[in-house]
């Protein structure tokens, strides 16, 4: 299976957090739910669980039959990247799933997100997504691989 990643960078954690709770709501299952920082995170606290951005590391859900914005996904992994303040929030798809939407419905997805972390730095494409080599597009423009 081939992986599609978008990822936004530079994101606020607070907006990381509050669009998660918002995806995960438009969710009917989450599947999975992991953490470097807290242990405790589980699928059942996730609504009321306290996040400290002075620690590094990584949240992690996976999602179940899902509805963002107009498109509708089967399942998709959410991570967070917790880092020095510059955080990070990526979505990893199945290629085959995501293929089936026309590109331009998929730009427009991507922008639909970062606008929503207000951050304009985003990047798609197959796994990982920050090799130029990889790329389908990017804030930037067109990447070097056609959709």
Do not use: H
């Not at 427009?108 to 207000?118: Q, R, T």
């Not at 597009?137 to 067109?142: E, L, R």
Request: glycine share 2%.
């Amino acid at each position: 299976m081939e992986i599609l990643e978008l990822l936004l960078d530079k994101v606020k954690l607070e907006n990381c957090l509050n669009l998660t709770k918002v995806l995960i709501e438009n969710s009917e299952e989450i599947l999975n739910v992991n953490s470097t920082i807290y242990s405790n995170l589980s699928k059942e606290n996730y609504k009321n669980f306290r996040f400290d951005e002075t620690q590094n590391g990584y949240i992690y859900f996976q999602l179940k039959n899902s509805k963002i914005f107009d498109l509708k996904f089967e399942f998709f992994e959410l991570y967070i990247l917790i880092y020095n303040n510059e955080n990070e929030l990526t979505l990893s798809f199945d290629f085959n799933e995501v293929n089936k939407i026309s590109l331009q419905n998929f730009i427009d997805f991507c922008k639909k997100m970062a606008n929503a972390l207000n951050t304009k730095f985003y990047y798609c494409g197959l796994e990982p997504a920050q090799d130029t080599s990889t790329q389908f597009f990017t804030y930037n423009g067109v990447g070097k691989i056609n959709w």
